[in-house]
């Protein structure tokens, strides 16, 4: 099998040779030298590998940035390549756009401390870059550094700049590229899951911080980039902990990367102490005051208080968009439905303007996601009362999104977050209270353009008393099982020792260490398997990797490779509130009596076998189009990888019986841990093992009586369900598991008991069969 390193290493000899033109004509970035090299040295000040950097003096001849010296330059310097005429980087005429852009980036307030940070960027491997929301960080400061750091004449080096969101890394990304009047894409462009809108030519890359550690998996010291800026740092999510870690050990490695870690809120001293006292630099805002208002008493209705502030805002307060923060898609949908129609009564009843209301959350197509920042509706006529848009969005528009206009923001103070608890293993989205900084976050959006409002639909007392200063890091709210395998993969074994900023919970280690052992992937030394190896190439939580590099064994990895997929996005049906029944119906067309998993792959195969007209035939059956394209899409990337590691597609015969059978018993071989059993009495289960009282997620299409079941999701609400669950026979857990499921390791319970007659009942037959 070759690896990607091996790959790369041959890739120098297939550089085509250079030309005076600043656009490049090889088809991928090129590798400078790897480390085995062990070089402390610039790599391009060795002569031997002089000819992989004929770039500088070709380029020294060319356009506004002939005379730059890297790490040389001023803002001045800057400012007179980003006036024209043409564009620095891509050597086009500058449109008029451009110039109009240009002139407000000029007067953002980072616009102003250019030379200070150039000062410190050129004098620090790391430094700490705090700013208030909308100072510029994210669009201004990767700018910045290419105009000093020049990676296009460095090898062909890239700056990556991560988000912890998707969303922010494809709206930033196209911001930037409207800024540098460039096409998406090609000088700046954006990498995220399952989607890479990079190319040659790009030299600013927006990515998900999950992205640059699944890249730093195949090349441990992140020899694509000069200079990694790490965004949004204090949202502390999963992969920026880990990445932190891992470019802390890089840095020392790679003395010419450049590393800048970027914060909102002034937790800065952390970061500046974490990293060896790197130097910080402030941007302070340019906001406006926000005056603060909390409700009298507590609100029983979070949703319901929330629509009555939006339309009081509209009915009373002057011009001034609304920001209001809701916990997740339904809810946003349901709250926009329910805005839009109280709105259109109190314009029949009121003297008051339009109000139009837009959607924000995470799994909203790109496009949509855009139209948050069209601009408000204009008065029915002109001095009247004004038009307004209110955003509803998830925490997305906490911090990274900048939406101008927003004058008032209401705040119910909740937002959905994942908390694990080891003793279970279970990982779950909770609506909970949020932190003091992030309701100060959040009030902050309300004072960008003039002075604002923040509404908060809780007591003073218990923004005081109940609200934690900062919401914990996500390492120790998460099953770390993808996290330890990815940090295997990227050739850390000593976990206990590796450099957490905050280190998680031991049992929660441990917990993730152990599945991952149950799951072949790491051997009871903790070393990665070859199942392992092969598990930690696909961008997927370890369970469906196994399950997937498992399913030619139970010829069945073609139907596996699209579930895989379509249990990677989001919610295939659509169930509008005012028309379920409907809706159910249509479900029913495609369920399969054995459950849920084979239900989804009978939408896709039925969704693959409609050529005509898709979106229609989606929205007749009450199916997420969105979905199931998206679908299509990751089924295709995982293809990719699939043949690349030459794992074969096949499929059992549809005509034989054992059709979906087989697939069932693929699922196990991956989910084997996530198995319920009906108690004996009722209609509840318990999850075996953990011992869980469960019920079957009402969404289920399951209805045949059923013993055994195998479970996508653990979801907690005011009780705890199983979702997507598909019944499955014990014989399996015995043939595929058998280390998980020795009797013996039970308490004497139903369980263990059933496990005992199973194994009995084969027993015997085996016996009968021998004779
Ligand atoms: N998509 C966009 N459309 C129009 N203007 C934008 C857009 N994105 C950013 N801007 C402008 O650029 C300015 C700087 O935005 P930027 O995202 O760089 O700020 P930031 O310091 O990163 O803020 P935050 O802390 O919220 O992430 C904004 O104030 C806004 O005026
Ligand atoms: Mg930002």
Redesign the pocket.
């Known amino acids: 099998m070759s690896t990607t390193e091996d790959r790369k290493r041959k890739k120098p000899q297939e550089k085509e040779p250079r030309t005076n033109s600043p656009k490049r004509h090889k088809s991928e970035p090129v590798s400078p030298p790897s480390r085995n090299t062990k070089s402390k040295i610039d790599p391009s000040k060795n002569p031997y590998l002089a000819h992989w950097y004929p770039a500088e003096e070709k380029k020294d001849d060319w356009g506004p940035l002939a005379k730059f010296r890297r790490h040389s330059t001023t803002a001045k310097m800057a400012n007179i390549a980003e006036d024209g005429p043409s564009n620095p980087f891509s050597g086009s005429e500058l449109s008029d756009r451009y110039f109009n852009?240009l002139k407000?980036?000029r007067g953002?307030p980072?616009a102003a401390q250019r030379d200070e940070f150039l000062n410190m960027f050129q004098k620090s491997q790391i430094m700490v870059l705090v700013?208030?929301?909308?100072?510029?960080?994210?669009?201004?400061?990767p700018q910045y550094v290419l105009f000093d750091d020049l990676p296009h004449l460095n090898g062909y080096k890239q700056v990556a700049c991560t988000q912890p969101r998707r969303v922010?890394a494809m709206?930033?990304a196209?911001?930037v590229a409207?800024e540098m009047d460039v096409e998406l894409g090609q000088e700046v462009g954006y990498s995220i899951r399952f989607e890479d809108k990079t190319s040659s030519n790009t030299i600013l890359k927006y990515m998900t911080d999950g992205m640059l550690l699944r890249e730093a998996m195949h090349d441990h010291l992140l020899e694509r980039y000069s200079c990694i800026i790490l965004?949004?740092a204090h949202e502390r999510t999963l992969a920026t902990d880990i990445l932190m870690g891992l470019l802390k050990g890089v840095a020392e490695r790679r003395p010419d990367l450049k590393i800048i870690i970027?914060s909102?809120t002034l937790d800065a001293q952390k970061f500046q102490h974490y990293f060896n006292d790197a130097p910080l630099l402030a941007?302070p805002?340019r906001t406006y005051p926000v005056e603060i208002y909390y409700t009298p008493e507590p609100e029983r209705d979070y949703l319901e208080a929330a629509i009555r502030t939006v339309l009081q805002i509209h009915a009373t307060e002057p011009e001034g968009d609304i920001l209001l923060f809701l916990t997740g898609e339904e809810e946003i949908e349901d709250a926009c439905r329910k805005i839009n129609a109280e709105v259109d009564l109190l314009i029949r009843e009121a003297d008051v303007g339009p109000l139009k209301s837009y959607a924000l959350y995470g799994t909203l197509p790109p496009q949509q996601q855009?139209r948050i920042?069209e601009p408000a509706p204009p008065p029915f006529k002109p001095g009247g009362p004004p038009g307004r848009k209110v955003v509803v969005s998830t925490n997305i528009a906490e911090?990274?999104?900048?939406?101008?206009g927003i004058v008032y923001v209401v705040d119910p103070g909740f937002s959905k977050q994942k908390v694990y608890n080891p003793r279970i293993r279970v990982e779950s989205l909770l609506v909970s209270p949020i932190s003091k900084a992030s309701a100060q976050q959040r009030a902050g959006r309300a004072g960008?353009t003039r002075p604002g409002k923040c509404f908060r639909l809780y007591t003073e007392s218990a923004f005081k008393k109940e609200l934690i200063d900062q919401t914990y890091p996500e390492i120790l709210r998460s099953n770390l099982a993808n996290t330890v395998l990815e940090l295997k993969k990227l050739g850390i074994d000593d976990l206990v020792h590796f450099d957490f900023m905050d280190p998680p919970a031991p049992e929660t280690m441990m917990r993730a260490l152990e599945e991952l052992n149950y799951l072949a992937c790491l051997d009871d030394d903790g070393n990665l398997t070859t199942l392992g190896k092969l598990a930690a190439e696909f961008p997927l939580d370890p369970a469906l990797a196994v399950m997937l590099i498992s399913s030619p064994e139970f010829l069945c990895s073609n139907e596996i490779l699209s579930l895989t997929a379509l249990l990677s996005v989001p919610q295939l049906f659509v169930r509008p509130l005012n028309n379920r029944r409907r809706a159910d119906e249509m479900k029913k067309l495609f369920a399969h009596e054995d459950g849920d998993h084979l239900t989804m792959l009978n939408v896709y195969h039925a969704f693959k076998g409609e050529e005509e007209n898709q979106p229609a035939w989606c929205r007749e059956h009450f199916l997420s189009y969105r979905a199931l394209q998206s679908a299509d899409n990751v089924r295709t990337q995982l293809q990719r990888i699939m043949e690349r590691l030459e794992i074969p597609l096949v499929s059992t015969d549809f005509s034989e019986k054992s059709y979906y059978e087989n697939i069932r018993k693929a699922l196990v071989s991956g989910f084997f841990m996530q198995i319920a059993m009906k108690n004996p009495t009722g209609k509840a289960y318990t999850t075996v093992k953990d011992n869980q009282d469960v019920l079957i997620h009402p969404s289920t299409v399951l209805e045949k009586e059923s013993q055994w079941l195998v479970y996508n999701e653990f979801v907690l609400t005011t009780k705890s369900f199983i979702r997507t669950v598909t019944h499955i026979r014990p014989e399996w857990l015995l043939d595929i598991a058998p280390g998980y499921y020795d009797a013996k390791d039970f308490p004497k319970g139903p369980v263990r008991t059933e496990l005992e007659r199973t194994m009995d009942r084969v027993r015997k037959r085996n016996v009968l069969k021998r004779r």
């Open positions: 852009i407000g980036r953002l980072i700013g208030e929301t909308g100072s510029g960080k994210t669009t201004q400061i922010a709206s930033v196209k911001r409207d965004d949004e970027m909102a941007v805002g855009q920042f911090t990274s999104l900048t939406i101008d960008r």
